[in-house]
């Protein structure tokens, strides 16, 4: 290699040298990924995609940006890239805001299955945003059947905390729930408080 062909101090290119052109600046990790993500070509935006899943919660991250972006092509990429991943704030985050596709999702069953076994307070904050999140999306069996999994303590607390503050479809959905647990008193004491009418707490 003579002098001319080696690189110098002014040379910023990193990462993957073969493929670096005249004047081009090419970063690697992380930062690298989202240069090439910027990019004018769909495949290049893909490789990347691709290549961000091997960089543990910054590469997660940077997916989970692309999950609104305009081309449905990256969109899809970045589920399929996610949907089988056990992180809770990547579970959350195709929940809480991607629902309005992720109710297309193949896996949306499992996702709200999963949520809903957890029992969690933000578990449950999920399950019943999404009833509110798209009316088109028709997801109220699925909510019913998934609220029905929560056995905590702390998920219960949070469901009645929405029979007493939600909006009246969270409010139906909760009294649905206690319904079925036999929880009469609570339902009694929401009725009372204009909550939920008689039919909602009491029919069969």
């Known amino acids: 290699m003579s002098k001319h062909d080696s690189p110098n101090e002014f040379d910023a290119v990193l990462g993957n040298q073969g493929i670096a052109t005249q004047g081009s600046m090419i970063l690697g990790g992380v930062e690298g990924i989202k240069q090439r993500l910027n990019s004018h070509s769909l495949q290049v935006k893909l490789a990347a995609l691709e290549e961000a899943i091997n960089y543990g919660t910054a590469g997660l991250q940077v997916l989970l940006a692309y ?75 699925l909510i019913d059947y998934t609220l029905g999994l929560v056995r905590t303590s702390v998920g219960e607390k949070r469901i009645e905390h929405y029979l007493f503050n939600g909006t009246q479809t969270q409010r139906n959905y909760a009294a649905l729930y206690f319904k079925r647990l036999g929880e009469m008193g609570i339902l009694t004491e929401a009725v009372k408080m204009g909550c939920i009418d008689r039919v909602q707490a009491f029919s069969k």
Request: glycine content about 4%; some cysteine; overall charge negative.
């Open 67 to 141: 999950l609104d972006d305009r081309d449905l092509q990256i969109q899809n990429r970045v589920y399929e890239l996610l949907e089988s991943r056990s992180e809770p704030f990547v579970r959350e985050h195709l929940a809480k805001n991607g629902i309005r596709r992720y109710t297309r999702h193949k896996n949306r069953f499992e996702l709200f299955e999963l949520l809903g076994r957890e029992g969690t307070p933000e578990t449950v904050d999920i399950m019943m945003e999404s009833l509110e999140c798209d009316p088109h999306s028709s997801p109220y069996k």
